[in-house]
Every structure is written in structure tokens, then in C-alpha cells.
DNA sequence: CTGAAAGCGCTAACAT
DNA sequence: ATGTTAGCGCTTTCAG
């Protein structure tokens, strides 16, 4: 910034003043200065700014790295933090990287809020992250006061799910849910309650899955030695209904024809043209931006609230009129 | 860190030199300093020291959000910066946010190097980014100077694949390539050349795919429509391969009994336990800890050069003897 | 419209 | 072993 100063005849202050485009500055002046910062190659210190600002604009986001959902929701808060004046800063999640250490990274950065999707962090830890920074978990519940909540409505999301099986006939559905994952309980709960409202709690089957391909195939296989296996499956997500359909593609099993299946997310997957999965949308657009304003509220000093989207049902081709 | 330094009664510099855990400090202010930032909730302004530093030590990584590859790279190549004293920072590409919007990303955060995962970036733009800043592509091939590569020998590992399947008795063999995608005519030319070297030029069928799920079972669908099908197929990648595997599960062809099918990267699709691809491996692993330290050797003011590592086979359950 | 000066939180020389 | 000082690259009063 000095040499495009110094280039210029100028002060680095006035500099400063075209680069950010605020006022202060004579149009001749502003011509002069950019021409020489492009020539210049000048690109502004992140850093120095952020660090001389009181304020960094910087919203942190943790995610899983192999979770096509959170990929979606990762591109939709870079174009909703971008949208407010935002900027996204990413740490993934995997395997050999905990979500300590993503967290971690984010606070080093001081990012004015956290958003935390899918978190499996532990109530203390939790906790004490939010009474550091703004934070706020995206398709996850709690109990928790302090940590702000955007989610969709994942028992009435199953709800959907079940009406539309059971309008289309079927009777005996299995649910191959996510164990221990955030949102199963819900999704377990809501699958229950659905098929009791429609009389239907003896042919309710709950299976224990995981969000994984895998998870979804062991279920599936499973159901399938089953002396009367169900006419229609609810998975806990996409990848888990993925890992279902390969299953029955492989045992020559035609869907819907014979068996129909239901996943959740309406992420990637699902919508690939020659798998055209039926699936509950939690909206990633919507989830992302909603989780954005939420974020920008909690920095704003807002109570921290839950918001509940509703979910949506997308009907593709997994699902048709129950064989009788 | 002057809240810490006032609480402890000493100056900030001493403060400092405990918290980097550089010598300097008595045993007995060690101790009070780490117990006293804890207390406080203290932790280092990473913007300001990196500011302060002439050094950021911090490598910049664009990488495809919905490339399940690309996330096999990040999450190594987090580890191996790690061990070399540095940090990844992560950009992402995607449909909504272009190569250039994360590379830009990484300029202002003033990394030392940045690498590119895959990277789709035009000559001119590459370039221009090389001038300003030690450069590595990552599984990408390009003739520019001053722009490093780490690559795996794409020829050679269709060339693999190309000679197991041979072996097991194939000889029409077909290949979805990855269309423009990058690596893509490397392998096309491993594949002609392999089947070359086999007599087999007369039975090689390349067809133009790309590098997702739909490409791959849209390539199927054509080759299941000619009136002699191959016998084989070599997919552009994993995900294209998994297109494939879904059309001809769904056909109720038998994989490997009628068809075998290779994919390429060894990436979690690959790895399914329902699935069991067999696939050429990028080790993800090598293929990062060679990105790290080649960039770093550019850091280190060392001519680019361009690494390339060997593939390897690995035999699963989708592939199998020709039928006659 | 422009410039001088102070300071964001930290580290690195250099004193003590 | 500890403190003092200067300054990383920028923004922000405040004067001119």
C-alpha cells in the first residue's frame, strides 16, 4: 500500500480511502490510484484490515468435509455472508481433524460468530465455546440457552415422508435411522408419531442405520431377509437411501415397483438424473440464509433463538403405489 | 494478551514468549501465565501474529466442495502442513463460487503458497497467480513454466487397468473419459496407448463422459444401447464409475459376471463396503504430502517442478474373468 | 480533498 | 529472566 502511494504522490491514507470506495476521495485521484494499485498488483492485507477494524466481518463455519449436505450449505453461506457484508471463513471437519481443532482454528481467526453444521460437539464444550463467541448449530438440536438454533422441522419432515407412502398405499414402512447422529431422535420421533396417526403403529419398523451409504445397505440387506419385508423404506438421509437403493438395485429388486424409498436432504444425491430420489428438502438455500441472519443477530446482541423451517417434500421417481 | 500480562504482572513480551512456548521464561512464570490465560479464556490473535511475522506460514488450498476426492487431498493435506509447521487454510469451489472468487480469498489472507486442487484455471489467469505467489497444482498437468505440479502418472494408471482387465480375459474395453476435465486426455492416451500395446486397438471404445455420477451412467446407457457391448469399462473417476455401476445394477446386469468396471482415485466412494470398486489409487495421503513439501520447497525459492507418483491397482469386487 | 499520527494485537531486537 | 521499543499493513480520527 505504501508503494501505491509512494507511486501515486499520495498518502497511504488517501490510498486506503480509494480501495475501500468510500467517499473522500477526487475522481481523478480514484482513476489514478486504482490504474497504479492494478499495475502494482496490490491486493489489500486481509489481516491488517481486519485486525485494525473492531470488527473482523468474518463469520466461521465448521462442516464435514465428506457430507455432500454440508457442501451445499457451505455454498449457499458463502453467497448469504457475501450478500450482508460478510465473509465466510471454512474448517472442515473429518476424521483425523476433530471438530476442536476446526473450532479452534476459527477462534484464532476471530471470526465475529460461529456456525457450527451438523455438531456433534458435547454439551460442556459447547457451552463454553458459545460464552466466547456468538454460536450457532445448523440442522442440529439443543437444549442449550446461549446457542442459537436454525433447523428444519425434522419430525414433521418424516411426517411428510410417511403421509406420502401411506397415501400411495403402503402400509408396513421401515425407517433406517441415523443412531446417534443429530436430528435422528427427531426424525425417529416423527416417523413414530406419523405412522400411529395413521394407525399404523404395528407395522412401524425402526432400524438402527448411520448417515452413511454403508449404513443404509446393511439396513437394507437386513430388511430384505425379512420373512415379509416392508414395502417402503424412510432413510435417514441421501447417502443412507443411496446405500438402500444399491442394494436393491443389485438384488434385481424394482423400485418402486416393489419397494419404494424415501431419503432426506434433497442434497446431491438425490437429485442426480438417473437416481431421481424422492427426499425431504431442507432447503439449503434457505437453511444457509436464514443461518446467516441468525448469526448476524446473535452478533448484533440478540437473544439467541431457535428457528424451525418447514420442510418440504420433493416427489421424484423412489416412490409410487404400494404392490398390494 | 495485555489483560493477561496486567493480571500476571509482568510485561507483554514475556507473556508472548510463554504462550509461543519459546525458552526465555522462568518455570515458576510459565506456569502462572498458562494458568491465567486459561482462566481468561485467552487465545492469540492469529491475524496479528501473522501480521507481525514477515512469514504467515500458511498454505492456501482451493478444492471442489462436492468432489469426494478433493476431500480425501484437504483432509491429508491438513495433516501434512501440520507436521511441517504450517497451516491450511481452505477456499472452496463450486457451481456459485468460481475459482478466481477463492483464489483471490487466499491473496488477501497473504498465504505463502497456494495449491490447487484439480484446478480448471485458464493459462493466462495461472499465470498471472504464479507471478505473485509459489504456485502448485495439484492432479493437474500443465506445460507452464513457474507453476508446480504434483501429480500421479495418469497414462500409466489407465495403463494399469487397461492390463488387469486384459488379463482377466477382456478385449473389448471401453473408457468414459472425463470430457475437458483436467487429467482427462492423459488418461484417454493411456487407455489407446495400453490397448495398443495389447493388439486391442480395433476393440478400444472411448466415449466423451465428465466427471460425475450422471456422466458415467449416461456413457453406460449409450454402451448398453450398441449391439455388441464392451465387456469391460474404465471410468473417467470414481464418481463417473458409481453412474455406471447404478445403470447396470438397475439393468440387472451382473457386475462383474457380465461387465466389470474400473474407476479411478480410490476415493470413498471406491471404498464402499456394498460397493468394493475396484479403482486405480491416487493415495491421497502421498499425493498431499507431496503437495505440502513441493510447495514449501517453492517457499523456499526452489524452481517448480513438476512430481509425478505412481499409481497403483487396487482389485476389488468389480471386476472379474471375461465371459467368453 | 488530502495528510499526519495513533493504534489494532502481536513479536523481535535490544536493553536491563 | 524480564522489560522496552519499534513496527507488521492497514484504518481512523483529526487538522489543514
Redesign the pocket.
Known sequence: ??DVARAAG?????V??V??GV????EA?RQRVLRIADELGYV??QR??K???SRSRVLGVTFELQQPFHGDLVEQIYTAAGQQGYEAMISAVAPSRSETTAVNALLRERCEAAILLGSELETEELTRLARRLPTLLVARHTDLSGVGVVRSDDTAGIGLAVDHLVALGHRRIAHIDGAGAPGSSDRRLGFLQAMAGHGLQDTADVLAGGLTETAGAEGMRYLLGRPTPPTAVIAFNDRCASGVLDVLARQGCDVPGEISVVGYDDSRLAKLPHVQMTTVSQNAAELAEAAVTSALALIAGRQPEEVVLTPRLVERATTGPARS
Chains 1, 2 share one sequence.
Request: aromatic fraction near 0%; charged fraction near 15%; glycine fraction near 4%.
Open positions: 500500500m505504501a499520495i498518502s497511504t491514507a488517501l486506503s480511502i480501495i475501500r467517499p473522500g476521495a477526487s485521484t489489500p492485507d491488517a484490515q485486525l485494525r477494524q
